[in-house]
């Protein structure tokens, strides 16, 4: 932690860290994101002649908004701040070690909300059958493809998957989301084909030196595959897919999600199975297929655009 926080702040922000860690089971890159964010803040105050958190005021935070305009900072990153800002606040007046909360009229800036990139399903069929299933490494990948596409499960996730989380004899999966929340999501035909394909001919294959080895999804050297591993992977497959450059793993679970709700899923029950906490967030992807249904309207209908006439 850097020198520059007075040591009364620092020793707080750790407790507020590890009740983030144990309590909230929270991952190490939330972690990391939201202690650079409190850093910053707490450096900030600091450097304001600010030596506690309970000297904090909504003014301080103020002018360290002011310095964060000054040095240009995207709306996006500002609004991020403000948001870890009140995270920290807000658990300090819980536990008793501040009287009121100097964010609670804090305002950030407007951001307006990007929409997630989505592929058609005519892309996620060129995707899925991009990898050379002649080849053992390629029919690990089409059948990583066919599980991401099928559960719309975090990268994370699915790196982290081991065999025994795969229930034998029923199509369902069993995955740790964020906060440490268990939930089952089901998986289709196509999906259970490949998991089967590669659990049967290719993953011994690859675990021979390590046999010992839990994770679903393994390396050519029998370890477990790493979120890096498969970021690299699926922007390979992307390219020979032809299906654009910039294609991330998030945008499966995207893809995953909007067709779902184009095919009539249900909202609550898409929500269960990205594992969102707060369906507001799901809700997105209603705007993504409303766009879609738009687009598709305007390219097929006959009369959808206006060229003149009575």
Not at 113 to 121: A, C, G
Not at 201 to 208: E, F, G, I, K, S
């Amino acid at each position: 932690m850097s020198s520059v926080i007075p040591v009364a702040m620092g020793l707080t922000l750790k407790e507020y860290a590890d009740y983030l860690a144990v309590e909230k089971g929270l991952s190490s890159n939330t972690l990391e994101a939201y202690e650079r964010d409190l850093t910053y803040l707490l450096e900030q105050l600091g450097q304001r002649g600010v030596s506690s958190c309970a000297e904090v005021t909504e003014a301080a935070l103020l002018g360290v908004l002011s310095a964060l305009r000054r040095a240009r900072r995207a709306s996006s990153t500002v609004a991020r701040m403000i948001v870890s800002w009140r995270g920290f606040f807000q658990f300090l007046v819980r536990e008793g070690m501040i009287p009121s909360d100097p964010t609670e009229h804090l305002e950030g800036p407007s951001v307006p909300r990007k929409l997630p990139r989505v592929l058609s399903e005519q892309e996620i069929e060129s995707l899925l059958k991009a990898p050379d299933t002649t080849d053992v490494l390629g029919i690990r990948e089409r059948a990583m493809l066919e599980l991401m596409y099928a559960t719309g499960l975090r990268v994370s996730e699915v790196v982290n998957l081991n065999v025994q989380d795969i229930l034998p004899g029923v199509p369902l999966l069993r995955t740790m989301g964020k906060g440490s929340k268990e939930r089952m999501v089901p998986y289709g035909s196509h999906a259970t084909h490949w998991i089967q394909r590669y659990l049967r001919d290719v993953r011994q294959t690859l675990t021979a030196k390590h046999q010992s080895e839990q994770a679903l999804f393994v390396n050519h050297h029998g370890g477990r595959l790493t979120r890096q591993g498969c970021w690299k992977l699926i922007k390979k497959l992307a390219v020979v897919a032809g299906v654009g450059l910039g294609l991330t793993p998030h945008t499966l679970r995207h893809s995953f999600a909007t067709h779902l709700l184009e095919h009539g899923a249900d909202l609550r029950v898409v929500q269960e199975m990205l594992g969102h906490a707060d369906i507001a967030t799901t809700q997105i992807y209603t705007h993504v297929s409303r766009t879609h249904i738009k687009k598709v309207y305007d390219n097929a209908h006959p009369r959808a655009k206006r060229k003149g006439g009575s």
